[in-house]
């Protein structure tokens, strides 16, 4: 493969783990510690993310258990955790901060049904704009020394893998909405 076709592919495999990444966090039936991933507390001045100064477990399928390493930390992580758009309100106990999804109602799983398709579309805008910028590069080429019938091959190649990402990116977009939609 042309090492002109890498750039494009590597773009388009990072769009790829970017919404995938973003589909983790939406949470499904069950309890994710990946709803947490984008949280940070200020730990003596610095933002850290949860994970990196307590312990997550799931001990239950609805059940989100925190256990910071140090007490100083609950205040923080229970306020991290109210600012952020998980909507869900933490217990606290004085030691660990338990949070309880409760089961989701049909019409919520429709409305993540959208917001997952709706980050799938913007993932194949972001492949389709990257294999327009390839196209625009390669057209560029032409007068110089690469042959019409190359540029016409890496034109062919950028389509065929644009079309491998689409594919991957639907293939993400109805795995997770299945997963949503399972009671």
């Given at each position: 493969?042309?090492?002109?076709?890498?750039?494009?592919?590597?773009?388009?495999?990072?769009?790829?783990?970017?919404?995938?990444?973003?589909?983790?966090t939406?949470r499904a039936?069950?309890?994710?510690p990946?709803v947490?991933?984008k949280l940070?507390?200020d730990?003596?001045?610095?933002?850290t993310?949860?994970?990196?100064?307590a312990?997550?477990?799931?001990?239950?399928?609805?059940l989100?258990?925190?256990?910071p390493?140090?007490?100083?930390?609950?205040?923080?992580?229970?306020k991290a955790?109210?600012?952020?758009d998980i909507?869900?309100?933490p217990?606290?106990?004085g030691?660990t901060?338990?949070?309880?999804?409760?089961?989701l109602?049909?019409?919520?799983?429709?409305?993540?049904?959208?917001?997952?398709?709706?980050?799938?579309?913007?993932?194949?805008?972001?492949?389709r704009?990257?294999?327009?910028?390839g196209?625009?590069?390669?057209?560029?080429?032409?007068?110089?020394?690469v042959s019409e019938?190359?540029i016409?091959?890496?034109?062919?190649?950028?389509?065929k893998?644009?079309?491998?990402?689409?594919?991957k990116?639907d293939?993400?977009?109805?795995?997770?909405?299945?997963?949503?939609?399972?009671?």
């Amino acid at each position: 493969m042309d090492e002109r076709l890498n750039v494009y592919e590597e773009k388009m495999t990072k769009t790829l783990a970017s919404l995938e990444s973003e589909l983790v966090t939406i949470r499904a039936g069950r309890a994710n510690p990946h709803v947490l991933d984008k949280l940070v507390v200020d730990y003596y001045g610095s933002p850290t993310p949860i994970q990196q100064v307590a312990n997550i477990s799931v001990p239950e399928a609805r059940l989100i258990q925190i256990q910071p390493w140090e007490k100083s930390l609950l205040k923080a992580i229970e306020k991290a955790i109210n600012m952020s758009d998980i909507g869900i309100n933490p217990t606290n106990d004085g030691s660990t901060i338990r949070l309880v999804f409760p089961e989701l109602t049909e019409e919520r799983r429709k409305e993540l049904v959208k917001d997952v398709k709706k980050k799938g579309e913007a993932a194949k805008v972001a492949v389709r704009n990257i294999r327009r910028d390839g196209n625009e590069a390669f057209k560029k080429l032409k007068g110089s020394e690469v042959s019409e019938d190359a540029i016409k091959d890496m034109e062919d190649s950028l389509q065929k893998m644009t079309d491998k990402f689409i594919e991957k990116v639907d293939k993400a977009i109805d795995a997770k909405s299945k997963e949503v939609l399972t009671v």
